[in-house]
């Protein structure tokens, strides 16, 4: 029985990715009344179910409920409507026909995981779906494949293994036998992104078949039947080329894009205890062991570190070629505590090793492997899922685009009423029908401007390759129209607006409780506790000779006069004998053989890096457990945000004027991290050390000081900004670093007037007391960052300096409804506003020019916020912590040194924001074009 009409089913509902979803089945009168209407319309019914295919199947089946459809019609967010087949499988990888169904076999059979893994897989919903039905029903729908579950009557998205499950779980997962290897593969198909390439004829029926190109036909019919031949013949040739060009970039893009992304290698997959074979990248299923090759590899899959360190460059996921350290996803179970940590993939993002990256190198304990556990194949990968952000991009709401279909709809009704007003004058005056038909007809044929086609696509072409000359690269030629209607443009700070390297200022110690005098110099810095922090809290490495890792990392280290080796060659370097990474002054002679792990030797200036705690955006802050030469104990030394690190610090040891200090320097624009430091117990060895939790070390340092450095804008910024703005083009500064350098370098580059006033928004949630009572409700409070006096002073002498936050009063009081303003929101408040206020928050972003402390999602919830106001928004980043809102902006900038980056539609060569300008040129130029086209 078929559902109530008004009942909706979903896929993924709740999640980004929400789409509604009928079932159909096969109507076999149906299918016979409409094929007979399709024939006696000699084929025009069938054209038209071409462009809607979603009503052809309407018209030939019936609905019904999901479990009887053979047929599938979704519905995503944005209106755009998707057909699918339902199929049949079974685990051997038999196709079974639909009218079988009634047959399917429900009762258990061996499972798909192997060696006690089926429990834990994909929360033991899709796998156990699997192991207890001998047929498999299924569908795909933009290159996702959907499983169906009785037990909840719906379809559910096939998935990797890391959903619900525990750290612990891939540490315990033992090996896949080939025929468990087999049967997963029948589910999760064979590991690789496929690009199909469509074929040339193809290509040309469907754009010969579009809806312009059918109108162009029958125009150029009559014209040439009304002897307009020269006019006709001109219509199509220009029609040619616009159709050549099409298909020929159409073409262009899909082998460019399969080059970049479709690739397979040999890895080494475990099939037995210890047993290790050699196998396609293309058989790899998820729950499969493979072993990261010592010299490195392009990682074919989403796999989980478990064992042994990876050097990786990920600009093919993040558009940044700064290496990143990969390290193994920790196990509770080895720190004796409960496993009740699960794993998540944006929390432990330092221990997956994502499809499509670069592992350079690896670390690895004596002679044991660099081994990965699978969890995610084919375009269920990171990769995989730009790749299909590629192939099904968010539409673009172009205004100019709905503007020209009600223009050339007003036009149609217009030679309509003149269609019927010419046939009847002239069958009064008794003209032929030839004739009648011909000046009717030829009414009809001016609603559409004739080179309005060959317009579309050729200025989009030209201005491709125009961009392409100024390098600038566009993998979304359907993006470029859009940037010439562009009025808001978000920027990253770092990197974007400012210079990649930074410039070594100076460094403030801090001894019992109060800071000393700056140090200009870093050598002059005593060798104490302070200069090995500085030496040592990093994760540089050497590749290929050459010291490498992130800018500011590399400015530090090389400014302490120390050197960096790592001893031994690959093939004996060990974790438990010998440290991967020692620092010494360069005057001291480095002793390769040092046994790190045991206190036998005398006590030198050489340290050891015997663990590193990774950075995470999360925790602002990195680690690292070091240990001196001849010394009976580790230490840990931490580095990251002042305010962080504070927090972790004993409080006698920040001095009291830390937040003054800091602000001194954050205010003139300086780039500010604090150092902090703990001896750790004599009692904790090694081993242990290899698996204690970070949270239990941090905590308790004392605070060493700050290190300040300079970090300059780039030349072209400033004038950039000022001509966007001069263009009536809104830029707004929306960064992770601290907001008062965010406030200083929005003054100086232009996004903010000396003479207007900066309101601080401060927004703060529900406080409870110990025993979770309230003590204040959520509240938003408006502070100005300086005084009208400051702001006298900015505008005549031009300076940056103001100073900090001041008590103001209510927004409504101090601002003036004629002075021109703008908001400043950090991370913290942003949230709180989200949570509380949605409401106020659109009136934040509208007046909001610079966004301080802001995670990688709220960038993107930023750029979302602004189009859902109708703001047309770019975004311009170095694509490290921006690729969530360089996707989801109307146009993303990429300022990344590899051209295919898929890390967004636009990847500039040229590292500034003149690109902004130039992509914003070029795009307006190619409207013209139609604009010129469309008026003539």
Partial sequence: MAPPMGSKDFLNQGEDDQMEITGYRRNVIKSAITWFFIVITVGLLRLFFFWLPHLMVRAMNDRCDLADATTVILKDEYDQWFVSNVQMITKNGEMVKQDSRRSWSVGSST???GSGTARHSNGGVVLSIIARSEIIRYFITKKVKYIWNNESSSFLKLRGIE?????GFFHDISYLSYDDATRRRVIYGYNSIRIHVTPIVKLLFKEVLSPFYIFQIFSCSLWFADEYYYYAACIV????????????????MQRALRNTIQSSTTVSVCRGENEFHEVSSEDLVPGDIIEIPRGGCIMQCDAI????NCIVNESMLTGESVPVTKTPLPNPLLTHEESTLYFNIKDHARHVLFSGTH?????????????????????????????RSILYPKPVDFKFNRDTYKFVGILAGIALMGFIYTVVLMTERGDSAGDIVKRSLDLITIAVPPALPAALTVGIVFAQRRMKQAKIYCISPRSINVCGSLNTVCFDKTGTLTEDGLDMHGVVTAKEGKFD????????VPRGSFMVGMATCHSLTIIDGVLSGDPLELIMFESTGWELSEPGNEESSRFDMICPTIVCPKATRLTASADLSSGNTTLSEEIGIVRQFTFTSSLQRMSVVIRHLGADHFDIYTKGAPEMIASLCVTDTVPSDFHEVLNGYTRHGYRVLALAHKPLPSKLKY??????????VERGLTFLGLIVMENRLKPQTTPIILGLKESNIRPIMVTGDNMLTALSVARECGFVKPTEPIVLVQAFPVQTDQYGNEVSAPHVEYVYTETQEEREVLSKEKSQTFQGSQNGKSLDVEVGKKERYHFAVTGKSWSVLRQYYPDLIQKIVVRGTIFARMSPDQKAQLVEQLQDLGYYVGMCGDGANDCGALKTAHAGISLSEAEASVASPFTSKTPDISCVPTTIRY??????CLRKDNAS
């Fill in 517 to 524: 005098t700056e140090i200009k110099n870093v050598n002059l």
């Fill in 237 to 252: 040739f220009i029609s040619i080329v616009s159709i050549i060009a099409t298909i020929y970039q159409t073409r262009k």
């Fill in 359 to 387: 592992v350079i190198q690896t670390r690895f304990y004596g002679g044991h492997k660099v081994k990965a556990v699978v969890f995610r194949t084919g375009f269920s990968t990171a990769k995989g899922g730009l790749v």
């Fill in 687 to 696: 081993p242990k050390l290899q698996r204690i939790q970070r949270e239990q």
């Fill in 923 to 928: 795009a307006n130029y190619c409207i013209s």
């Fill in 111 to 113: 499972p798909l995981s």
């Fill in 305 to 308: 570190l478990i064992t042994g």
């Fill in 163 to 167: 959903d619900n499950v525990s750290c």
